[in-house]
C-alpha cells in the first residue's frame, strides 16, 4: 500500500501518462511510477490517494523517466484504467496477500 506525494504530466509518453512518486512507507521507501491513467483522473485527484503496488518488479525505463513500481489498477467498461486502493484504512507498506 502506497500514498501518492506527487502527479506530473508524463509529455515524453508514447501513451498519455503521469509521473507519480509514491510513499510505501519506511521499509520500502519513496518509489516512482508511470501510469496511463489520465482517461479517468487528473493529478490533483491522484495526490494523497491510497494505490496498491508491485515493488519488487525490477525497474522500466520508459522513455527518460525510470518506473520503479507496477501500480495496480483494472480496466473499466471502456477499457480505461481504474486504480485499485485498499477500502479500509491500512499502514503505508502494507502487503497483498
Not at 4 to 11: G, K, M, R, S, Y
Not at 41 to 57: A, D, H, P, Q, T
Amino acid at each position: 500500500v502506497g500514498q501518492v506525494l506527487e502527479a506530473e504530466d508524463f509529455p515524453e509518453a508514447i501513451k498519455p501518462a503521469y509521473k507519480l512518486k509514491i510513499d510505501f512507507g519506511p521499509h520500502v521507501g519513496v518509489k516512482t511510477s508511470s501510469v496511463q491513467v489520465t482517461e479517468n483522473y487528473k493529478k490533483e485527484e491522484l495526490v494523497g490517494r491510497r494505490v496498491l503496488g508491485v515493488v519488487n518488479f525490477a525497474p522500466r525505463k520508459i522513455g527518460p523517466f525510470w518506473s520503479e513500481v507496477l501500480t495496480l489498477g483494472v480496466p473499466d467498461e471502456n477499457g480505461k484504467v481504474v486504480l485499485l486502493k485498499p477500502d479500509k484504512e491500512t499502514p503505508l507498506g502494507g502487503r497483498l496477500f
